[in-house]
């Protein structure tokens, strides 16, 4: 048994991650869709029909994950591409068993889908078909669950090749962590066709917030390459600038406090060898004292 351990924390100890494109499967879900009270809504688009004006109707759907969908609950907290593949993975397994359920019903001769195959069994007592009934509502429930889960990566995936979610992500993570950019911080805000403009903030932010010192020409260089794209909320940058203002002042106000506490002791102990030493020749000027120990020093 582990016990579970709560640390709350001021958000400026690390408001970069705040901002931070995150990769795991929730975390996506959570940044990218319209993701409330673990309900998902998700806008689906029938690419089967064309409208007059070359689109594609679509349609909202919303899907439920439920604490009991073990899917969800393995793979809530994994990266995307990992996610993905136990997908494919679930999906080749799920094929394997209707194969069977199929050729369960060649040997029957019941035509019809999986649903109408269910209810032919459930009316069926013999106790060849009992393992088969037994079985048919898992099946069921696992091909539901496969259904919804491939639908949601499929609108996550959609939105990462859209927004280049992918690019943003790698950059954050080389700023975060101090590592050599491929790509200059310049280029991918200034690339019209990588993220919307909230995800050009944040990316900036996060640089900015991980940049020692920048002048103030390269910060009006950057809020010109922002405005260019159409991005709102530019006081979010003067909010940073204050606070990293704020945080260094902070860091001299504790350094000078340090130094005047060693300067404190050094002074009192500099005062008490004085008042020693008077103690000593005052002594010394009194016929019928002896003088103390340390006056012999």
């Not at 204050?242 to 002791?265: D, F, L, N």
Request: charged letters at 30%; hydrophobic letters at 35%.
């Amino acid at each position: 048994f582990q016990r579970p351990l709560l640390v709350i924390l001021d958000r400026s100890i690390d408001l970069a991650s705040l901002l931070h494109h995150t990769w795991t499967y929730q975390a996506l879900a959570h940044d990218i869709l319209d993701f409330k009270l673990n309900r998902v809504e998700i806008e689906e688009f029938d690419e089967t029909i064309t409208t007059g004006d070359g689109r594609h109707p679509s349609k909202r759907r919303t899907y439920d994950l439920i604490p009991t969908d073990k899917f969800w609950k393995q793979q809530k907290g994994n990266p995307f591409p990992i996610v993905a593949e136990s997908i494919q993975e679930e999906l080749e397994r799920y094929r394997q068993l209707e194969g069977e359920v199929t050729r369960l019903k060649t040997a029957m001769g019941i035509k019809g889908d999986a649903e109408d195959l269910a209810i032919s069994l459930l009316n069926d007592t013999t106790s060849k078909l009992t393992s088969a009934v037994s079985s048919l509502p898992e099946l069921l429930e696992k091909k539901r669950l496969l259904d919804l889960h491939t639908n949601i990566a499929t609108a996550l995936l959609d939105q990462i090749k859209k927004r280049k979610l992918d690019v943003f992500f790698e950059t954050e993570e080389k700023l975060i962590t101090k590592q050599v950019q491929e790509k200059s911080l310049m280029e991918v805000l200034s690339d019209p066709a990588a993220g919307t403009p909230e995800d050009k903030l944040r990316l900036f932010l996060i640089h900015y917030i991980c940049t020692p010192t920048m002048t103030q020409s390269e910060l009006d260089q950057y809020m010109t390459i922002l405005r260019g794209s159409n991005c709102t909320h530019l006081e979010a940058i003067a909010y940073i600038k204050r606070w990293k203002s704020i945080s260094k002042m902070s860091v001299v106000s504790q350094a000078r406090e340090g130094g005047t506490t060693t300067m404190g002791y050094e002074e009192s102990k500099l005062v008490r060898n004085l008042q020693e030493l008077l103690a000593c020749k005052i002594s010394a000027q009194q016929p019928f004292s002896a003088p103390s120990r340390d006056c012999n020093r």
